[in-house]
């Protein structure tokens, strides 16, 4: 069975500085994705990464970069040049290929950025 | 930007009380979700919808819970008697392609359901 693990529930990080929030999965799908999201305290959840499991390079998507290591099964999200609006709590979460593509999500990591 | 977008934003509701809510997907999807997430907690899989069918579901969603595709648009989650712990956000969302592929899934505004 899938599943994600998260284990920062909080991060703090001042302004400007870049910051890698840790994911750690477990599939026995070989094919398969991983996602990031951010959810405001508006409650809203926002696509920001994809990482599909046969791609040869780290994603990256402006100041978002995935750090992905497929043997030690990390999906590490990093932000860089933090912004005080990048406070919010970020959900790692993967879609085995196989079967009808639901995601299953980790706990979350709430990420403060401080002035 | 083509976005999902979800109907009512918040709800409240006596226990016992059927509720309905309601999501029009991106237009040219194909696969439509219904995710929970308790206040505080993780996102959880509801169910999964294709060809106008269930495809996958989970252990949450029980005999209370069902889907519907009505008119090619609308896509409902209706729980026929609610209880205080469906008190929760109820996202939609949904995605362009099946299986392989990358495909994300857009997530709608969520709806806020308070049961009391």
């Known amino acids: 069975a899938q599943k994600i693990t998260q284990t920062q529930p909080g991060m703090f990080v001042q302004e400007k500085e870049a910051v890698t929030l840790d994911c750690t999965y477990d599939?026995?799908?070989?094919?398969?994705?991983l996602f990031w999201y951010k959810q405001p305290s508006s409650g809203e959840m926002i696509f920001l990464i994809y990482?599909?499991?046969?791609?040869?390079q780290n994603a990256t998507e402006g100041r978002y970069s995935l750090n992905f290591q497929k043997a030690r099964k990390s999906a590490n999200l990093v932000i860089s040049a933090s912004q005080l609006g990048d406070s919010a709590m970020y959900f790692c979460?993967?879609?085995?290929?196989?079967?009808?593509?639901?995601?299953?999500f980790g706990t979350g990591t709430r990420l403060l950025v401080s002035p | 930007e083509p976005e999902v977008t979800q109907t009512p934003s918040h709800q409240v509701t006596q226990m016992g009380q059927e509720v309905i809510l309601r999501c029009v997907p991106i237009?040219?999807?194909?696969?439509f979700y219904w995710y929970r997430q308790i206040l505080g907690q993780k996102v959880e899989f509801l169910v999964s919808f294709y060809n106008n069918e269930i495809s996958e579901k989970s252990e949450i969603f029980d005999d209370q819970f069902s889907v519907e595709r009505p008119d090619g648009s609308n896509f409902t989650l209706k729980i026929r008697s609610t209880k205080l712990e469906d008190s929760a956000m109820y996202f939609c969302a949904s995605s362009e392609i099946g299986a392989g592929g990358r495909s994300e899934a857009f997530f709608g505004q969520g709806t806020r359901l308070t049961v009391v």
């Open positions: 979460a993967m879609r085995e290929d196989t079967g009808f593509q639901k995601l299953v």
């Open positions: 599939t026995s799908d070989p094919s398969y994705g």
């Open positions: 990482q599909g499991s046969y791609d040869q």
């Open positions: 237009s040219n999807h194909l696969y």
